[in-house]
């Protein structure tokens, strides 16, 4: 599970304070991971931004000989929200819950927007990509734009759809 918490708690940490938490480590077994329990949090930066995240995966056999397990995410939420507590965009990819929009897609939830407007995979840094051009500012953006290139690199030799470009 380090190899799928890790990077995720390296990349959070840039911009924010909490605890990455997942709830199983049993293979074959259903668990969530969130941050901060996913209840809002303050992102850094003047523009008072919030994040929230979460999702759903499993461990599966990785079929590599270098490697037993690997985590396959199942489901995500993550969503950016204004200083006014206004959502800005919600990321949303809920194959189950939803079986006539399965693909990933987003809300645009300022503009009241019901509609699913298709968008790939989106990770959790994607949503971080974005919180800068909103006004969040890492506390150490150098840092914070090279664990953002590892861990593109990371993910897509793993990947098995939604390739990131690198």
């Not at 931004?49 to 995500?76: E, M």
């Not at 809920?94 to 079986?99: I, L």
């Not at 509609?115 to 840094?125: F, M, N, Q, S």
Request: charged share 20%; glycine share 8%; with cysteine.
């Amino acid at each position: 599970m380090g190899a799928y918490r890790k990077p995720i708690q390296n990349v959070l940490s840039c911009f924010a304070t909490g605890r990455l938490s997942v709830s199983n480590y049993d293979a074959s077994q259903p668990g969530i991971l969130t941050f901060n329990g996913g209840k809002p949090t303050r992102l850094k930066g003047p523009a008072h931004l919030s994040f929230t995240c979460a999702q759903n995966y499993i461990i599966i056999p990785s079929g590599h000989p270098d490697r037993k397990w690997k985590v396959h995410t199942t489901k995500y939420i993550y969503r950016l929200i204004a200083a006014d507590s206004t959502g800005i965009v919600d990321y949303h990819w809920h194959p189950d819950n939803t079986v006539d929009k399965a693909f990933p897609h987003l809300h645009a939830s300022q503009y009241e927007c019901k509609l699913h407007h298709p968008t790939g995979r989106v990770l959790i840094e994607d949503l971080l990509v974005l919180a800068v051009e909103c006004g969040a500012i890492a506390s150490d953006d150098d840092k914070w734009q090279r664990i953002l290139k590892k861990n593109l690199k990371d993910f897509a030799k793993g990947a098995t759809w939604g390739i990131p470009n690198l």
